[in-house]
């Protein structure tokens, strides 16, 4: 069982930037991959940066490339997720997800773990 908890939701100017954070417990050594969805009003939820636990490799949707960064603290059990330049596009519920087999990190859509969310909204 890995539970998730994410925090660093805030409202921000169009521009700005913001960090996320995904606090991990319980069996983490299981996760091979950890990732960063996120959700606005009436859209599909979408997956926007995944790291690959054992090698350290990233993935990045086209929407975020260049402007988000996915990280994790080992010693902390940490995951980040460094938004820059950030859009009112990008404001949307943010979820951190974690999965236990490699089939599933690629498939990037139906996660093994899911935290609650954090709310980020992009606004003038």
């Known amino acids: 069982q890995v539970e998730l908890v994410e925090s660093g939701g805030d409202s921000v100017q169009p521009g700005g930037s913001l960090r996320l954070s995904c606090a991990a417990s319980g069996y983490t050594t299981s996760s091979v991959c950890m990732a960063w969805f996120r959700q606005a009003p009436g859209k599909e939820r979408e997956g926007v940066a995944i790291?690959?636990?054992?090698?350290?490799?990233?993935y990045y949707a086209d929407s975020v490339k260049g402007r988000f960064s996915i990280s994790q603290d080992n010693r902390k059990n940490t995951l980040y997720l460094q938004m820059n330049s950030l859009k009112p596009e990008d404001t949307a519920n943010y979820y951190c997800?974690?999965?236990?087999?490699?089939?599933?990190?690629?498939?990037?859509?139906?996660?093994?773990?899911w935290g609650k969310g954090t709310l980020v909204t992009i606004s003038s």
């Open positions: 997800a974690a999965a236990t087999s490699m089939a599933v990190c690629l498939a990037f859509q139906d996660m093994d773990y």
């Open positions: 790291f690959y636990t054992h090698d350290g490799m990233t």
